[in-house]
């Protein structure tokens, strides 16, 4: 199977909201009409949308990613089939995602130096009908060169612990150990870690 992997920027904008409103949770999961912000999302954001009419609820994650996507702050890879987003990598530099940040998460950042320019891997959301076809680990794969062409120390993703299923939406270990990333134990769970330069 041959796809290609673009980096995500305004362009993609319209085929990325195809993508999640029709194939990224075509298997009905519950995490349909996430539009992946959760790392931008704040309790302000949630706060302005319970005050919303329900019928205006539904579009408020679509839209925020849309006008994300526009601005250049939501970020990452895709994959591209038969010139439609297959697969999506919420990737960015570490800094830029509040909930990764020295105050809300330290650990995360165990045995890195202040200066360090890390680049976060943060969800991979693959189309349910082309799984398993190496998407996900051909993105990570991608993150890495994109990191190392970019003057990257790090690139790290955070792995689910134990049994691997499809809500971890970071992706198994195992897809990390394959491209050389070292594991690393942080309190409540692990991150993988690769050093690029």
Not at 69 to 86: E, R, S
Request: net charge neutral.
């Amino acid at each position: 199977m041959e796809f290609n992997i673009r980096k995500l920027d305004k362009n993609f904008a319209d085929e990325y909201i195809d993508f999640f409103d029709n194939r990224a949770f075509s298997d009905e999961s519950a995490e349909k009409g996430c539009y992946c912000v959760w790392h931008h999302w704040t309790d302000k954001h949630e706060y302005e949308r319970s005050l919303m009419p329900d019928n205006e609820k539904q579009y408020c994650k679509r839209n925020y990613a849309k006008k994300l996507i526009q601005n250049g702050i939501l970020n990452g890879f895709v994959a591209l089939y038969n010139n439609q987003i297959t697969g999506f990598c919420n990737s960015d530099i570490k800094d830029n995602y509040f909930r990764l940040d020295r105050e809300n998460f330290p650990d995360s950042w165990k045995d890195t130096n202040v200066n360090d320019k890390i680049l976060s891997i943060v969800c991979f959301i693959i189309d349910p009908g082309m799984r398993k076809n190496g998407i996900a680990k051909a993105l990570l794969n991608y993150a890495c060169q994109y990191a190392k062409e970019h003057g990257y120390d790090y690139v790290e993703g955070y792995p689910s612990q134990g049994k691997f299923n499809i809500k971890n939406c970071c992706g198994p270990v195992s897809m990390y150990t394959s491209l050389g990333f070292e594991i690393i134990d942080i309190t409540g769970g692990v991150i993988a870690r690769k050093k690029v330069k």
